[in-house]
């Protein structure tokens, strides 16, 4: 079998490999992999690396961890070194387990990451066209401002909780694909998150409160000056 180095090779390789074994599920595709069939590989790459990609970035706010992250968890699936056990959760949820252990190793050695927000990043749903009114350039500008504020917010929640609101509302996991990911009880994942969107309300309450009394104090500087 190829290992590749870099998650600029993996990507470059997916790109040009021909489309195959689509219709596939993921433990078919598993099986065909063990047995070593790259093409297996491939194919299971273009289908879970997004969601891979955008979880550990919803996580720790660092493309480059998200990077590091994704090629960790594919470079898993390729050593074989994983132990994935289909009796207790999808191969997504396996998957999603890999990266988790993986975030929280880069997050406990990155204790002083600097995260971005960049509004451009798929951190949100797409919004319905019947709900955007074009040529809106004010209306544009809020959206990205609850963007980021929503961004923040989840960045911001202790990783116990910030992981099932990721997984659960961002990533749109069922309870028991959590469950199954984080190693709890799916009773604990609903609990965490129901705590985790309360805290959430408790933020974004705050940080309008706070973009309230800037914007005030901004309005009360410039009379000064009429």
Same mark, same amino acid.
């Given at each position: 079998?190829?290992?590749? @180095?870099?998650? @600029?090779?993996?990507?470059q390789?997916?790109?040009?490999? %021909? ?19 790259? #093409?297996a ?12 990609? !955008?979880?550990?970035?919803? *996580? ?9 992250v994704?090629?960790?968890?594919? *470079?898993? +699936?390729?050593?074989?070194? @994983? ?9 997504s949820a396996?998957?999603? @387990?890999?990266? !988790? &252990? ?12 600097? %995260? /971005? ?12 066209? &019947?709900? /955007? $009114?074009? &040529?809106? %350039? ?8 609850? /963007?980021?504020?929503? !961004? ?5 929640? %202790? ?13 749109? *996991?069922?309870? $028991?694909?959590a469950? $199954?990911? +984080?190693?709890? =009880? ?6 965490? +998150?129901?705590?985790? !969107? ?7 309450? =705050? ?5 309230? $009394? ?11 000056? #009429?």
């Amino acid at each position: 079998r190829r290992i590749w @180095g870099t998650s @600029g090779e993996l990507r470059q390789f997916a790109l040009h490999y %021909p489309a195959m074994h689509s219709s596939l599920s993921d433990d078919e595709l598993l099986t065909l992999l063990r047995a070593g069939d790259e #093409v297996a590989f491939v194919t299971l790459y273009r289908r879970r690396q997004g969601g891979i990609y !955008r979880f550990a970035l919803r *996580m720790s706010g660092s493309e480059a961890v998200a990077e590091d992250v994704t090629q960790e968890v594919f *470079m898993t +699936l390729m050593r074989g070194d @994983g132990h994935y056990d289909p009796s207790r959760g999808s191969f997504s949820a396996y998957l999603f @387990g890999v990266a !988790r &252990n993986q975030v929280r190793r880069r997050l406990e050695k990155d204790r002083f990451l600097s %995260p /971005i927000y960049d509004v451009d990043e798929d951190w949100d749903s797409p919004t319905p066209e &019947n709900l /955007i $009114a074009l &040529n809106d %350039p004010l209306g544009d500008l809020t959206r990205k401002e609850t /963007i980021a504020s929503v !961004r923040q917010a989840v960045l911001a929640l %202790p990783a116990h909780y910030r992981e099932v609101v990721v997984l659960c509302d961002l990533q749109e *996991m069922s309870y $028991a694909d959590a469950s $199954a990911a +984080l190693g709890c =009880a799916v009773g604990t994942v609903r609990s965490r +998150l129901h705590r985790a !969107r309360a805290l959430l309300v408790e933020k974004l309450r =705050a940080y309008q409160s706070s973009e309230g $009394a800037a914007e005030a104090a901004q309005t009360d500087t410039a009379k000064c000056f #009429v």
